[in-house]
């Protein structure tokens, strides 16, 4: 300020939903003096904090060495968590649905599995907070865990990088066929110098999983059966000194095709998944201890699956004759098997976001009090599929009847459209004298 020393402070940690207080107190200028650098150090106890929480840095999820760059994969280093074969998330010994995903503020569970609903680029991710424990009243619904992920931001000089990671079968040491490509980059940087910056992450993942057959040895690293584009930008606007909005998008493309090109193709499909996001933020400050931000978001997702040349009221169930022990397959063992798999032929998801809250310090009390809608609108087309696994010798074939049978106990479809709507209303004061 104008007539006062300048004063930097450093090494001061913000946390989601906690609060960050420094005193400041700058000396007139009398004459020039050299700049006052201040070191503050956290506390050892945090009194304001009831819940049972884990924070990761956005550079510590960066160098991690796991496998995809989807930032719920950090989450396997937590005690307590789990990632399931589907890459679902699992906390407490929970189930799916019961764990809750925010992104910047956004409610980003997917409406229809319970998981998360949209990919974040792990080089986009500045911070990172998992909640299991003691959460605050704003997390309602929630019983498993709650995963807060805070984006990267502009800045007002240009920076960017470019990685590529690539891994297959033999770094790995698996005995399947695998092979992974990873592109991507990020940028930031001024539009308007101290107004208005962007940051933009794109990242594309091209693998290919191969199940091992003896008897048909696959080495093609060709053709990926697993294609994603997902990406975001981000454009921060200080409008005024106590205004600031945030446009944001988000968006995810995935394609699939089969992973075992020895089977019969018309047993397999292939899908294809797009997720659309817009995200719109303000945050008023009408002092150092009152704000309001405000949230408003609308989306899309799509997802189609496909049986080639065959409509899927014509499909058989799945025989697959294969052998599986220790890893590989093999001619001289038998087993057998048989269940339904669930696969949505199409499904169309519109999605409406709002969320206002508002912050208020006073004295030893830290007032909070928001609302939440979601609005849903669903639409698709659900098929149950009956498949049989066996393993068997060549000269094994199945029983035509019974499995005529199975599938027209088992096989049905279903389509049907409706909406959704829930949200919720919830006051907290949080009295940090007591603690």
């Known amino acids: 300020y104008i007539g006062y020393l300048k004063k930097k402070i450093t090494n001061i940690k913000v946390t989601m939903d906690r609060t960050t207080i420094v005193s400041v107190q700058l000396r007139q200028r009398v004459a020039l003096e050299k700049e006052v650098e201040v070191v ?15 924070v990761i840095a956005g550079d510590y999820i960066e160098d991690m060495p796991i496998e995809g760059r989807a930032y719920q994969n950090a989450l396997k280093i937590l005690p307590g968590t789990l990632i399931d074969r589907d890459q679902q998330i699992h906390m407490r010994g929970g189930r ?19 998981g998360y609903g949209t990919n974040v680029n792990m080089n986009a991710v ?13 997390y309602g ?38 092979r992974l490509y990873n592109p991507g980059f990020t940028l930031k940087g001024p539009v308007i110098h101290e107004k208005l910056n962007f940051f933009i992450s794109i990242e594309l993942e091209d693998s290919k999983r191969m199940f091992p057959a003896a008897k048909y040895p696959q080495d093609d690293y060709g053709a990926g059966t697993w294609k994603e584009l997902g990406g975001m930008a981000k454009f921060t606007w200080q409008a005024t000194i106590d205004d600031k909005f945030v446009f944001q998008y988000f968006f995810n493309t995935v394609e699939t095709r089969p992973g075992a090109d020895w089977m019969d193709p018309v047993h397999m499909y292939t899908m294809r998944f797009d997720y659309n996001f817009v995200l719109v933020n303000h ?3 009408f002092s150092p201890e009152l704000v309001l ?28 004759p294969v052998v599986w022990d220790e890893g590989r397959f093999y001619g001289d063992k038998q087993y057998g098997g048989k269940g339904d798999y669930p696969v949505w032929q199409w499904r169309d998801v519109w999605m409406g976001y709002f969320s206002s809250n508002v912050t ?18 669903y639409g698709g087309e659900l098929a149950v599929l009956p498949y049989y696994l066996v393993t068997s010798p060549d000269d094994w074939s199945p029983n035509p009847a019974q499995i005529e049978f199975y599938r027209k106990r088992h096989f049905y479809m279903n389509k049907d459209r409706w ?9 907290q004061d949080r009295w940090l004298s007591l603690i």
Not at 154 to 167: A, M, P, Q, R, S
């Open 40 to 54: 503050a150090q956290s506390p050892l106890i945090e009194k304001e904090v009831s819940g049972t929480s884990d």
């Open 419 to 427: 909406d959704t709507n829930h949200g919720g209303v919830y006051v």
């Open 293 to 320: 931000e405000t949230f408003l978001g609308v989306g899309k997702q799509y997802l189609e699956a496909k049986v080639e040349d065959m409509d899927w009221h014509d499909y058989e169930p799945w025989i697959l």
């Open 360 to 377: 208020w310090l006073k004295e030893d009390h830290r007032y909070r009090a928001g609302t939440t809608v979601n609005y849903i609108h």
């Open 126 to 138: 500045e911070k990172m907070e998992v909640i299991t424990g003691g959460y605050d009243a704003e």
């Open 96 to 114: 799916t649905g019961e764990v809750g995903f925010k992104v910047d503020g956004m409610n980003a569970q997917d409406p229809v599995t319970g």
């Open 283 to 285: 945050t008023h400050t």
């Open 141 to 178: 619904g929630n019983m498993s865990g709650m995963v807060n992920v805070v984006t990267k931001s502009g800045t007002d000089t240009f920076h960017g990088d470019v990685h590529f990671n690539y891994e297959n079968a033999d770094l790995d040491g698996v005995q399947y066929q695998w």
